[in-house]
T-cell receptor, first 113, second 113 residues
Framework: AQSVTQPDIHITVSEGASLELRCNYSYGATPYLFWYVQSPGQGLQLLLK??????LVQGIKGFEAEFKRSQSSFNLRKPSVHWSDAAEYFC???????????FGAGTRLFVKA | SQTIHQWPATLVQPVGSPLSLECTVE??????LYWYRQAAGRGLQLLFY??????ISSEVPQNLSASRPQDRQFILSSKKLLLSDSGFYLC????????????FGEGSRLTVL
């Protein structure tokens, strides 16, 4: 069955430091991959998505992600974190042709001054 | 522009009482609609999805049911709530395109006592 693993439950980084959130997926075909962000008590917002083509994907708010088929990974990165980036981040994979979306357990990001 | 609304935002219900959460989408027609439940540390679990009026598919057997009486209305219900039904419920929509992103409502926090 298709699944998404986010190995880090929470991560703390200093403001201005770089960030990498890990995501591994299990999927037989070429996956549709997503990263979403959730502020406390809110719905989710799409940061970026990958379907095909260039494996380095740019998103909103200065985020990017790289698809690595050999490692079944889709890690999210940001070169310099801002305090407003503190939130929960979800990696997701599209299933059944992208019709359904399956989410990882999420990684909560804390930003310290 | 498209908008999605969920209500109520917060609900506290006793065990054994009924439940009705409502979700409506504006500005689009024939959307795919989804109900997710979010429990702490467990990511988002897909509960139900619908591709059209009266068409409901369940992802996991449980104490809940869903209905779609109108094209842009999606309702989550229960006849008798259990303690384990507590959680954060998110409604989402997607256009017919399989590779499209999900657009989420603000969520409904349900506490069963």
């Amino acid at each position: 069955a298709q699944s998404v693993t986010q190995p880090d439950i929470h991560i703390t980084v200093s403001e201005g430091a770089s960030l990498e959130l890990r995501c591994n997926y299990s999927y037989g075909a070429t996956p549709y991959l997503f990263w979403y962000v959730q502020s406390p008590g809110q719905g989710l917002q799409l940061l970026l998505k990958y379907f095909s083509g260039d494996t380095l994907v740019q998103g909103i708010k200065g985020f990017e992600a790289e698809f690595k088929r050999s490692q079944s990974s889709f890690n999210l990165r940001k070169p310099s974190v801002h305090w407003s980036d503190a939130a929960e981040y979800f990696c997701a994979v599209g299933r059944d042709g992208g019709f359904k979306t399956i989410f990882g357990a999420g990684t909560r990001l804390f930003v310290k001054a | 522009s498209q908008t999605i609304h969920q209500w109520p935002a917060t609900l506290v219900q006793p065990v054994g009482s009924p439940l009705s959460l409502e979700c409506t989408v504006e500005g689009t027609s024939n959307p795919n609609l989804y109900w997710y439940r979010q429990a702490a540390g467990r990511g988002l679990q897909l509960l139900f999805y619908s591709v059209g009026i009266g068409q409901i598919s369940s992802e996991v057997p449980q104490n809940l049911s869903a209905s779609r009486p109108q094209d842009r209305q999606f309702i989550l219900s229960s006849k008798k709530l259990l303690l384990s039904d507590s959680g954060f419920y998110l409604c989402a929509w997607k256009s017919g395109a399989n590779t499209g992103e999900l657009f989420f409502g603000e969520g409904s926090r349900l506490t069963v006592l």
